[in-house]
């Protein structure tokens, strides 16, 4: 099965100011002990604990502007009774396509946007099979391309895309994949820089 041709993708856009996104949906505290709950908890340089102050990080700049892909399953997908691991197998797959896709995208903005910073959409996997080297105590193979997500830095997710990208989040229920997915991403611009270039 082509599994890019069982699902569409509608897109979603925002932009805040960083100001107000840090008073409105970043709570490092709460989302530091949800953290330390995922396997990816110090375990990957995208994921905390930090050596920097996640909110200085984001006061070093001005806009924050969000980028959302809705993944829409197809009807054949949505009427299939699955098994744990079949429905891990597929959102693993899915969302390894479509994130690597969007963070081309984010780093091509990135690129057009001298300092800026992009924001992934969930933590870094740039290494593939290889894994991370945070494990092993080594540095960041690939320093020039991890980036943090939201929720790294203490982002609400959730929050964020009912707030500012004026969608509901859907979740897993047993057996059925959801109608969608969203997965979130964003470019951190100063507002220097004269505002996004795309």
Same mark, same amino acid.
């Given at each position: 099965?082509?599994?890019?041709?069982?699902?569409?993708?509608?897109?979603?856009?925002?932009?805040?100011?960083?100001?107000?996104?840090?008073?409105?949906?970043?709570?490092?505290?709460?989302?530091?002990?949800?953290?330390?709950?995922?396997?990816?908890?110090?375990?990957?340089?995208?994921?905390?604990?930090?050596?920097?102050?996640?909110?200085?990080?984001?006061?070093?700049?001005?806009?924050?502007?969000?980028?959302?892909?809705?993944?829409?399953?197809?009807?054949? @997908? +949505?009427?299939? $009774?699955?098994?744990?691991?079949?429905?891990?197998? %597929?959102?693993?797959?899915?969302?390894? &396509?479509?994130?690597?896709?969007?963070?081309?995208?984010?780093?091509?903005?990135?690129?057009?946007?001298?300092?800026?910073?992009?924001?992934?959409?969930?933590?870094?996997?740039?290494?593939?099979?290889?894994?991370?080297?945070?494990?092993?105590?080594?540095?960041?193979?690939?320093?020039?391309?991890?980036?943090?997500?939201?929720?790294?830095?203490?982002?609400?997710?959730?929050?964020?895309?009912?707030?500012?990208?004026?969608?509901? @989040? +859907?979740?897993? $229920?047993?057996?059925?994949?959801?109608?969608?997915? %969203?997965?979130?991403?964003?470019?951190? &611009?100063?507002?220097?820089?004269?505002?996004?270039?795309?």
């Amino acid at each position: 099965m082509d599994l890019e041709k069982q699902y569409s993708i509608e897109r979603y856009e925002a932009q805040v100011p960083v100001k107000e996104y840090i008073e409105t949906c970043v709570n490092i505290d709460e989302f530091l002990e949800y953290c330390k709950e995922c396997r990816n908890y110090n375990t990957t340089w995208s994921c905390p604990p930090f050596d920097f102050s996640p909110e200085d990080y984001w006061k070093r700049y001005d806009t924050l502007y969000l980028f959302a892909r809705k993944i829409r399953f197809s009807r054949e @997908l +949505l009427q299939v $009774e699955y098994t744990p691991q079949q429905l891990q197998e %597929i959102t693993g797959a899915v969302m390894r &396509i479509e994130k690597g896709k969007m963070s081309e995208e984010l780093a091509e903005l990135e690129a057009k946007n001298p300092g800026s910073t992009a924001l992934s959409a969930g933590h870094c996997m740039e290494c593939g099979d290889l894994g991370c080297t945070r494990p092993q105590g080594l540095p960041c193979r690939e320093p020039g391309k991890m980036r943090y997500s939201i929720e790294s830095l203490g982002g609400n997710v959730g929050l964020t895309i009912t707030k500012y990208l004026k969608q509901k @989040l +859907l979740w897993i $229920e047993e057996g059925k994949l959801p109608e969608y997915f %969203i997965l979130a991403g964003g470019l951190l &611009i100063r507002d220097e820089s004269g505002g996004l270039r795309k």
